[in-house]
């Protein structure tokens, strides 16, 4: 469990706003879910690993002998694609984003059991143009706020299902397999030695090499001609996507065993990493609205990671120390008291950060200080904190707004 | 509380079924508890040869849980009540040493022959809402999950999983002592999870920093070094099964009736009631009583479970105790059961109770305590009861705080004074409790048989007609 303090809640508003100043601007639509759901939600779709199933905080509700049980959000995604099956799947079209926290408990308890995750969805629309806009749209995010050395990988979960299917597995070894693929084992891939020696020479191969732009998908088509129709499909897939990154300047690795978790992806899958450690990550999942009972209704997303990220933002200047005006009382008399409450409101009404402060204790890190003695003719007296010098003011608190408005 | 210094070695030692095996095995390596037996009385026991080895009789049940918390060193339970909490909690601190080679039977998965479920790919594909009965609900969850079964409802039980399918569960997780075995009762056995065979377990803090050598090298010649069975493996469900199907149709009443020392009573009730039934006396008790009302469906199961079953419509009517009733209501107070009328018979106390050596007469003198010094008790207080929300709510409207609350499944009376500073807990006469050396500081308030029912039914056009008829017959079996 983690607490936010002031420093590092000055962080994650930064991201959060950055994040949806960008997602406005690409005409995206905020919304939010509740944080409790019920447990089918996260079963219905079959999407989630059991291992992470098993981490999620359940509960029985107030209606608990149905023994219906709630769970407190293990994931983002899955709750937006409800939330617009249920209420938006009228539109053709909907842009969604969220900033949210997501819940997992892990056996020590160690580890932070609330994550928070800045996500954008789109429902609906053809394919690819969707994809990229999306991949766009997340590394302008992380652009804006400034992250430097920032890692884009692409994969896609077709063609590791394509692959998969080549094994010719039993229906349950095909589950467990998928289940350590999205756990992040790929060496179970390799050692899964298929009948077919060309498929493992595919495997082998596209284990093995990281791609820097279509060029690569093009020489594994040429490479691999008697490939499944399913993987031709998907590597059609993910080479459209990559030539349009490659053609709007956007630089990426292709590396199909970097990325776990894709749990209901079905097209392109990508994530950023950064620092070495995952900022952020989404995807194409056509099928979860079909599989909440919904139309068949394309979709793909993204989120990004606040709590990695928070620790790669450089600290911001305390604001205070710019703008802030410390409206000090100099003794604690009614009168006193009186007159500081008044100067603060004049000063916010003019768009000041005020403090008011009856300690006598020793100020630091404001702009300006406001002292406030009461006495007549002259009972203020201002200082500028940056020249430190004071100044004397007379009784008026126009002139005041007047000097610290001009600086 | 755990001390290294003195060495101290505390072994948790199963009732019930293992008891006798487990005897023998601790005759054999001479441990020195001659008086471990069923027909022992007390539950602590003290080491004849190792002057600092101790054990304690617990459920077991409560053995996996306690050697976690590290109340005890080392235990001896079954590895369903180990599975059952390492299959949520796998990096916790209970550790498995070995398997002790003995034990019966195994914990599967069933389906009724009458659910028409005959394989587990049935149970992944489809989108039906199965719901699943168990005494296990962290294994059939476990099992839901790695199923990938899109949706499915956990129903946990005190006992009688066996009698819910087909109408009141889809699915049972339950013990069986083989697949024919589960047959005979005309359930399906659609995978084996686990062999239920006793295991010595461990602390692992105690494992890690405590001498434990001289007991664990008593055990080394039953250790064994072959694999160990764990959840993982799956086991064959292809034998030729002759799944014998009870008649089974649906009624229109169901009612519960319980099983265990509240069963000889109900049946004199009855029987002063007027209703003749098939397999509810004293020389035999069925899952599945009949009644010479057609249109009445009965089943035996734990006074435990009822309001629950009553509550989610399983049952319309059921005989329980008021103390469940409470117990249930506390929890679910908008749920759907209504206490008809009490029945006179099965009166208990519902106590709470304390050590006769602690310096309090009453619950106002022990929150002073708790308050003053809490060194004195070890803050916080720890409250051993099987009665979860009554004890809560308990403490919570006494401002006992801090507070810990260890659920306990019966018998509480074993938890204090080492392992617990309280119970609460059912008492008839008392003299349980002073024989323990417990005395009572409260009584929360008394609880006898009641008949409950459901609101919906009782409401119910269908119903309404039968559940009258049958509640008025009931009442005339009050003295």
Redesign the interface.
């Known amino acids: 469990m983690q607490d936010l303090l002031p420093e590092d809640m000055l962080r994650f508003r930064r991201i959060e706003d950055v994040f949806r100043i960008c997602c406005r601007s690409w005409s995206y639509q905020e919304v939010r879910t509740p944080t409790l759901e019920y447990l089918?939600l996260f079963?219905?779709?079959?999407t989630l690993t059991?291992s992470m199933?098993?981490k999620v905080y359940s509960f029985?509700d107030?209606?608990?002998?149905?023994?219906?049980?709630v769970v407190l959000r293990p994931d983002g995604t899955i709750p937006v694609a409800r939330l617009y099956t249920d209420n938006l799947s009228g539109q053709e079209l909907a842009r969604l984003f969220y900033v949210t926290n997501i819940f997992a408990f892990?056996?020590?308890g160690k580890e932070n059991r609330e994550r928070w995750q800045c996500g954008a969805e789109f429902f609906g629309g053809a394919k690819l143009a969707p994809d990229v806009e999306i991949i766009l749209l997340a590394e302008e995010v992380i652009r804006r706020l400034g992250i430097s050395d920032v890692g884009l990988q692409l994969s896609h979960a077709g063609l590791v299902k394509a692959l998969l299917k080549e094994l010719k597995l039993s229906?349950g070894e095909e589950?467990k397999m998928t289940n350590r693929l999205l756990e992040g084992n790929w060496q179970a891939l390799t050692r899964a030695k298929s009948a077919n020696p060309e498929i493992d020479r595919l495997i082998a191969a596209l284990l093995d090499l990281k791609g820097k732009s279509s060029s690569f998908l093009h020489n594994v088509k040429a490479s691999f001609p008697k490939a499944s129709q399913d993987f031709k499909s998907s590597l059609e897939d993910l080479i459209n996507i990559t030539t349009l990154l490659d053609n709007l300047g956007c630089s990426y690795k292709i590396d199909i065993a970097a990325i776990h978790g894709f749990e209901y992806y079905t097209g392109i899958c990508f994530q950023f990493l950064a620092a070495g450690e995952k900022i952020g990550g989404g995807g194409r999942y056509d099928n979860l609205v079909p599989l909440m009972n919904g139309d068949a209704i394309p979709a793909c997303g993204f989120a990004l990671y606040v709590d990695p990220i928070m620790k790669l933002l450089p600290l911001e200047k305390e604001r205070k120390g710019e703008s802030g005006i410390l409206v000090k009382g100099k003794e604690l008399t009614p009168e006193i008291v009186e007159t500081c409450f008044t100067v603060a409101e004049s000063l916010r009404d003019a768009g000041h950060t005020a403090e008011l402060d009856f300690t006598g204790r020793k100020e630091s890190n404001y702009r300006w200080i406001v002292l406030v003695s009461g006495k007549k003719p002259s009972p203020f007296m201002l200082t500028d904190c940056v020249q430190g010098r004071p100044r004397y003011i007379g009784a008026s608190m126009a002139e005041i707004l007047k000097v610290v408005s001009e600086g | 509380m755990k001390d290294y210094q003195d060495g101290y070695i505390k072994l948790a030692l199963p009732k019930g079924r293992f008891i006798s095996p487990t005897a023998s095995l601790l005759a054999e390596i001479d441990l020195g508890f001659r008086d471990y037996s069923d027909k022992t009385k007390q539950y602590r026991l003290r080491s004849t040869r190792f002057p600092r080895l101790s054990a304690k009789m617990l459920q077991e049940k409560d053995i996996s849980i306690q050697v976690a918390v590290g109340n005890y060193d080392l235990g001896i339970c079954g590895l369903d009540w180990i599975e059952e909490l390492l299959v949520k909690y796998p990096a916790g601190a209970l550790v498995k040493i070995s398997s002790l080679n003995y034990g019966e039977g195994s914990i599967h998965v069933v389906a009724s022959a009458e659910a028409g479920i005959t394989s587990l790919n049935e149970l992944s594909d489809g989108r039906n809402d199965y719901r699943i009965v168990s005494e296990y609900p962290n294994l059939a969850e476990a099992f839901a999950l790695n199923l990938r079964m899109r949706r499915f409802r956990i129903f946990p039980v005190w006992g009688a999983a066996e009698v819910y399918p087909p109408e009141n569960a889809d699915l049972a997780v339950l013990w069986g002592k083989s697949g024919a075995d589960i047959a005979t009762q005309g359930l399906i056995p659609l995978k084996r999870l686990l062999p239920v065979t006793a295991f010595l377990i461990a602390n692992r803090e105690s494992l890690e920093s405590k001498d434990l050598s001289q007991i664990l090298t008593c055990f080394s010649s039953k250790i064994t070094t072959g694999p160990q069975t764990s959840i993982e493996n799956e086991l064959d469900i292809s034998e030729e099964l002759k799944v014998s199907r009870p008649l089974w149709q649906a009624k229109e009443i169901n009612l519960a009736l319980p099983d265990g020392h509240q069963q000889p009573p109900t049946a004199q009730f009855l029987k002063r009631a007027g209703l003749a039934l098939q397999g509810y006396s004293e020389e035999m008790v069925s899952r599945r009583p009949s009644a010479d009302l057609d249109w009445l469906g009965i089943k035996v199961i734990r006074p435990q479970d009822m309001p629950l079953q009553v509550a989610n419509s399983n049952f319309d009517l059921a005989i329980t105790g008021e103390d469940w009733l409470r117990e249930h209501l506390y929890r679910f107070p908008s749920s759907p059961v209504k206490k008809l009328f009490a029945l006179g018979f099965g009166a208990v106390k519902i106590v709470a109770a304390v050590s006769q050596e602690m310096p309090v007469a009453d619950i106002d003198e022990l929150r002073s305590l708790v308050q003053s010094s809490p060194d004195v008790i070890g803050a916080p207080l720890k409250v051993a009861s099987e009665y979860i929300d009554i004890a809560d709510r308990y403490l919570r409207d006494n401002h006992i705080n801090p507070y810990k609350l260890i659920p306990t499944w019966g018998a509480s009376e074993a938890f204090l004074p080492e392992d617990a500073d309280m119970l609460i807990d059912n008492v008839q006469t008392g003299k349980t409790l002073e024989q323990h050396k417990l005395k009572i500081i409260d009584v929360l308030f008394r609880s006898s048989a009641c008949l409950i029912a459901n609101k919906g039914s009782l409401a119910s056009s269908d119903k309404k007609e039968k559940m009258k008829f049958l509640t008025q017959k009931l009442r005339a079996g009050l003295k």
């Open positions: 089918h079963t219905a779709t079959g059991p199933l098993s029985l107030w209606d608990g002998w149905s023994g219906e049980r892990e056996g020590t229906p589950a």
